[in-house]
Nanobody, 120 residues
Framework: QVQLVESGGGLVQPGGSLRLSCAAS????????MNWYRQAPGKKRELVAI????????NYIDSVKGRFTISRNNDENTVLLQMNSLQPEDTAMYYC?????????????WGQGTQVTVSS
């Protein structure tokens, strides 16, 4: 079955860095785009970054452009989110997500999330 397992979250001071990792299994990883979402307490879940199947194309929400970098390794079935210059407003649960075509419809799969807390 499809599994997405995030790791790498933690507590970091403002200005610090973290690297999140998502290990995928149960599907052909190189066939699908991959996404990182986040959800802060009391806020809607938002799409942070997306990477194409090949990894050539990426896109980010404005608030993380220039600070976060999404990448993927199709040989190891992993997607990374390098987060630099972290700010308190980046505090959230971060989720790995993808959509897979099943029975002619797209089904969303989510990891369990990894907590990122930015605080002094």
């Amino acid at each position: 079955q499809v599994q997405l397992v995030e790791s790498g979250g933690g507590l970091v001071q403002p200005g610090g860095s973290l690297r999140l990792s998502c290990a995928a299994s149960g599907f052909i990883f190189s066939d699908v785009p991959m996404n990182w979402y986040r959800q802060a307490p009391g806020k809607k879940r938002e799409l942070v970054a997306i990477i194409s199947q090949s990894g050539i194309s990426t896109n980010y929400i404005d608030s993380v452009k220039g600070r976060f970098t999404i990448s993927r390794n199709n040989d190891e079935n992993t997607v990374l989110l390098q987060m630099n210059s972290l700010q308190p407003e980046d505090t959230a649960m971060y989720y790995c997500m993808t959509q897979i075509l099943e029975d002619s419809s797209w089904k969303a799969y989510w990891g369990q999330g990894t907590q990122v807390t930015v605080s002094s």
